[in-house]
């Protein structure tokens, strides 16, 4: 089992930029690793995903704007977040999969683009 915490959400202008980071409470190198976000009165949507081969999967919205990189020996993963943009606003939350495949997630953090 996994715990999960993730940090680094704010409010940010359009065009701007934020990283959020997902530490776990032990070692990530087993898992796959992902972010997702969830905006008032839609779905949770998957935005990125690391595989334990560190390759990267993103979502077609999100692509080329966002970079989701894992340094396994912090146990940690993040989320570059540049460009953004008032869509971008929503709860983003990191996911840690194992073979199993059983899902563990963090609370979330709030991400806010306003002007």
């Known amino acids: 089992q996994v715990q999960l915490v993730e940090s680094g959400g704010g409010l940010v202008q359009p065009g701007g930029s934020l990283r959020l980071s997902c530490v776990a409470s032990g070692s990530i190198s087993a898992y796959a690793m992902s972010w997702f976000r969830q905006a008032p009165g839609k779905q949770r949507e998957l935005v990125a995903m690391s595989t334990i081969f560190s390759s990267t999967n993103y979502a077609g919205s999100v692509k080329g704007r966002f970079t989701i990189s894992r340094d396994n020996a912090k146990n940690t993963v993040y989320l570059q977040m540049n460009m953004l943009k008032a869509e971008d606003t929503a709860v983003y939350y990191c996911?840690?999969?194992?073979?199993?495949?059983?899902?563990?997630w963090g609370q979330g953090t709030q991400v806010t683009v306003s002007s």
């Open positions: 996911k840690a999969t194992n073979r199993n495949p059983r899902d563990y």
